[in-house]
């Protein structure tokens, strides 16, 4: 016959049989010390710019990047523009401005006097960029007479790349050396007529 079996004695026994379970590791463990790197990111300031090398590269400021450089405006060019936003003179003017390409210099190509803009856009190159800075006579709607100093950035479709970025780059630098605040640009110098030139005038008033 068997005999009762005490409950109480049972489940101790029972517990004492038991292997406990293991711990699961918590599914985000962390990773030891030395493990744990962070990448900072590299400066770009000028002292801290460095070749494959090694060694410290030098910033250029008149070549921010392979694509782009600023040329400095010649020192003539600089006197021919105060003049010519003196000039007394009542007829059209312009001055039609280049990119010495080897001494990465903005200098002077023609001047001319007396000169519309149907004859300006026939002496600009098809497929070259170029700045011209043009004295019009403005004849307002009301009768009025001014004469706005305009510059135009000519770059036209089908010039080189690098002569595109080369002049790019270096306009904002000539307008701030012509001192002007009028000023327009242009990719196609089939766009360089009169009407055009008073539907820019027209934003200014």
Same mark, same amino acid.
């Given at each position: 016959? $068997?005999?009762?079996?005490?409950?109480?004695?049972? !489940?101790?026994?029972?517990?004492?049989?038991?292997?406990?379970?293991? !711990?699961?590791?918590?599914?985000?463990?962390?990773?030891?010390?030395?493990?744990?790197q962070?990448? +900072?990111?590299?400066?770009?300031?000028?002292?801290?710019?460095?070749? !494959?090398?090694?060694k410290?590269?030098?910033?250029?400021?008149?070549?921010?990047?392979?694509? $782009?450089?600023?040329?400095?405006?010649?020192?003539?060019?600089?006197?021919? +523009?105060?003049?010519?936003?003196?000039? =007394?003179?009542?007829?059209?003017?312009? #001055?039609?401005?280049? #990119?010495?390409?080897? =001494?990465?210099?903005? #200098?002077?190509?023609?001047?001319?006097?007396? #000169?519309?803009?149907?004859?300006?856009?026939?002496?600009?190159?098809?497929?070259?960029?170029? &700045?011209?800075?043009?004295?019009?006579?403005?004849?307002?709607?009301?009768?009025?007479?001014?004469?706005?100093?305009? &510059?135009i950035?000519?770059?036209?479709?089908?010039?080189?790349?690098?002569?595109?970025?080369?002049?790019?780059?270096?306009?904002?630098?000539?307008?701030?050396?012509?001192d +002007?605040?009028?000023? &327009?640009?242009?990719?196609?110098?089939?766009? $360089?007529?009169?009407?055009?030139?008073?539907?820019? $005038?027209? &934003?200014?008033?």
């Amino acid at each position: 016959m $068997l005999g009762v079996v005490n409950n109480k004695q049972t !489940r101790k026994e029972a517990a004492e049989r038991c292997v406990p379970w293991a !711990r699961p590791p918590p599914r985000h463990q962390e990773e030891p010390e030395s493990a744990c790197q962070f990448v +900072l990111p590299v400066s770009t300031s000028p002292a801290c710019l460095k070749d !494959r090398k090694g060694k410290r590269a030098e910033r250029n400021p008149s070549r921010m990047s392979n694509a $782009l450089v600023v040329c400095e405006v010649d020192e003539s060019l600089k006197a021919k +523009l105060k003049k010519f936003r003196f000039r =007394k003179e009542t007829t059209n003017a312009a #001055i039609i401005m280049k #990119i010495d390409m080897e =001494k990465q210099l903005v #200098i002077v190509e023609e001047e001319y006097e007396d #000169i519309s803009m149907d004859e300006l856009r026939e002496e600009l190159p098809e497929r070259q960029p170029r &700045f011209i800075v043009y004295s019009y006579k403005y004849v307002h709607s009301d009768g009025r007479v001014s004469y706005p100093l305009c &510059f135009i950035f000519s770059s036209p479709m089908g010039c080189k790349p690098e002569q595109q970025m080369m002049y790019a780059g270096s306009k904002t630098g000539l307008v701030h050396a012509a001192d +002007l605040t009028k000023v &327009f640009e242009t990719r196609n110098t089939d766009d $360089l007529t009169e009407e055009w030139l008073r539907n820019q $005038l027209g &934003f200014f008033g």
